[in-house]
Every structure is written in C-alpha cells, then in structure tokens.
C-alpha cells in the first residue's frame, strides 16, 4: 500500500527543508525522506557548526587584545571543550526549531533513506519512493505527484589522501574534534579552507594552506584573494600557492608529512592532521536515477532554469545540481521549483545577484562578476575603490584592513559587481545585493545617505569613488 502526496522530497537539509514548507504553504501534502537529521549538512556539518566555532575564535582574539581598548584581562584561556558545547547547543536548538516548523506545516518526515522507484505496479512512471530503514522494518512507499531531490553533498578528496578520520580528515571530522592539535595542514585554499585556517590560527594552531592554484580563493576577485593572503600571512598562517601535492609520499606516524612540487621545487610539509578541503561532491549514489531518464552531467544532475530534470515531475536543488553550492541558494532553488510545480508565478533566479561570503577574520564578501570576469565578458569597466582605514566606525573597532570594491559598465553605469573585505562585510553585502536585484548604479548607491559613524559608510565612498568624487579620500 503506497501513502500519496502531492510532493516528496528526498533530503531534509536547507534546500530540502524550505522547500517543502512553501509546498506546505501552497496546501500541498508534502513528506521528506531524510537519512539523518533536518537541517542536513548546514545545519549539523557545516554553515552553523562552523561559525560558532568561528565566533568563538573571534571572542577568544578579542579578548588577548583587548588591553587595546584598555581593557585587562590576565591571561585568557581556551577551553575547547566548551566551545564545542556552545556549537552542540546552537545546533540542537536550532534543529527543534526545523523539527517544529514541520509539525507546524503538517509535514510529514520520514526518517530513511529514500530510493526512486522506476515504473512499478505503484505507478506507469518513474517515481514512486521506497523508504528503507536502517533496523530492517519494512519499507515505505511513497506515491507522489512530483518529486523533489535536494540530496546534498559531502566533502570531496584527493586520489590517495582518503579521509581516516584521525590523520586525514574533512570538514566534517574537524568540527569534531575534542582537542586541538599543535599544527595543520591544509590542502585546498577555496573558501572552507581559509576559513579553517583562520579559525584555527585564532585558536593558536600552527597553519599551513597548500593551493593547487596561483591564487588562493580562486572563484573570488583578484584584489580580495590578495588582500585575504596578505592579511592572513600577517597573522602568521603559512599560505603556499602553485602547489601540487603529492599523494603518493604521504606518511602517517603520530602526525602526517607529505611531499609537494612548488613550482620546479619539491618540498615537505608535516603537521599532526592534515584537512583536506577541495570542494564538494553530489549524494547522487544509491538514489535511483538509472530508473528514470534522469541527466547527469560533471556529476551533477542536469535541470532547466525552474530545476525540472529530464524527468518533468522530478525536480532537484542546491548542490546535487552544481552552481552555487550555498545553503541560501539551495532554499531559493526550492521555493522556485516548488512554486513551478504547482503553476504559482515564479521568476527565474539571478545567480548573479547572489551573494557570497567567507567567514574569515577578515570576512570577505561578494556579489556580481570578479573584475576578471567582466573583462572577459567584454565589459568596459569605471571601478570605484575605498577603503576602512578612512572610515572611523572602523578605526573605533580597532579594525581598519580592507576595502569596498564597486565595479560598473562604462557605457551604461550598472553595476556588475562588489566586492569588500573587512570588518562584518558578511553583513552589509545585502545592500550590494539588493542594488543589484534593482539594477542599481552607483551612482543611485551613492544617493543612498549612509548613517555616521557605521561602517557601512564605505560603501556609499566606495560608489562616489567610482566618479571620482569619494569624500574622504
């Protein structure tokens, strides 16, 4: 006997999870078949997890320096277990609240790992979800009318440095950790990589960042990537780029040492752990897809722009299908599709009006084309440029390091993108971000009147600056 819906989504996660409660709002019977717990890899393994451990690495370099602000403190120490404790806690309170949004909506969980069915006696199409379980009940089958895969991914690796989880570890063993180690090693210098390495050096580890590219954050602007180096080498986190790592001479003996071309040059890196962090794969396995018609491409699942696979009634979001793979990105993706498929007006996402953001010390944060990208484009450019140290919200701080970036198309003044590093940029690139969702120009960002002292005063310079007209400097 098959339970009927209107929508079952495979995956409990941000994507998954925010999906099915606009279903739910749209009076759709929605389930979710999640293998783990709501919240998925955000939630538990990633975003949320890894910014409490992050501010507490902020409080804890606060506190060394605050005889700046003549404030004395004798000799701060870290307990980690405690930091650790206040991530569990964040976590868990936030996982009940997920838990009370699905009763709140009357949707249904199903906590197994969900397999698409092809046709069946269930259904002529392919669809049909049975549920397993890991102590051997019987399985549910799940009949719905569309199909929602938000399966998520899990951390990537390099041939021959496989996760063993006390040398060679992920993201998601290094958010486990019960103790520190001296040193680490981190292989990959993308956005997790750097926020590891400054969460690591604010807990007095000793980093070293190994990047395969010329540049470390590789997907974000030139100037940032060289600012982010810069201050991070300041701070004392070893950064070397134009790495390539050589598996192959990996030991393993109360620490890890492993060998690396740099340039024509090979040299020997060792360290107690060694993090592995270069990017994420697809939970595409085991779920089914060689029952349906189902695309896949560069191991992602190919869609349309309302996320609609091959499949016309199965639809997937947020990292199962590449892009973006950003948490607020998958929940978009989900209400789009969601709203598709029940013939609600919908527009199309905007990829370039989203932003990004690296919780580092200091935070970075981006919307739009990188300068490079809006050469190659063809864009002829009039980029405006400024910095905190001008800006006295910051010098208040204690921190003046970085910049505002606004780059804008000569011929037609819109904007392309903005680009900032410093101090809680991660949340002022909003109005960036809705400039750009307006199609804003500078100049109208620059009419914006930015209240003083604030931070946020930069970027009202930072768009004069783009004419020529900053008034403070």
Known sequence: MATEYDLVILGGGTGGYVAAIRASQLNMKVAIVEKSELGGTCLHRGCIPSKALLRSAEVYQQTKKAEIFGVEVNDPTLNFAKVQQRKNAIIEQLHKGVQGLMKKGKIDVYQGFGRILGPSIFSPMPGTISVEYENGNENDMLLPKNVLIATGSQPNTLPGLDFDGEYIISSNEALEMEELPNSMLIVGGGVIGIEWASMLNDFGVDVTVLEYQKQILPTEDKDVAKEMKKQMKKRGVSIVTGVDVQADTLEKDNGVAIEAMVGDKKERFEADKLLVSVGRKANIQNIGLENTDIQISNHTIDTNEFYQTKESHIYAIGDVIGGMQLAHVASHEGITAVEHMADEYTQKIDYKSISSC????????????????????????????????????????????????????????????????????????????????????????????????????????????????????
């Open 358 to 473: 690296i919780y580092a010390s200091p935070e970075a944060a981006s919307v739009g084309l990188t300068e490079v990208q809006a050469k190659d484009e063809g864009y002829e450019l009039v980029i405006g440029k400024f910095p905190f140290k001008a800006v006295g919200k910051a010098l208040v701080y204690g921190e003046t390091d970085g910049f505002v970036k606004i780059i804008t198309d000569k011929k037609t003044q819109d904007l392309l993108g903005v680009h900032m590093i410093g101090p809680q940029v991660t949340d002022m690139i909003s109005e960036a971000g809705l400039a750009k969702v307006l199609d804003a120009t500078a100049w109208e960002i620059s009419q914006t009147i930015h209240p003083h002292p604030s931070l946020s005063e930069v970027i009202g310079e930072a768009a004069l600056a783009v004419d020529g007209i900053q008034i403070h400097g």
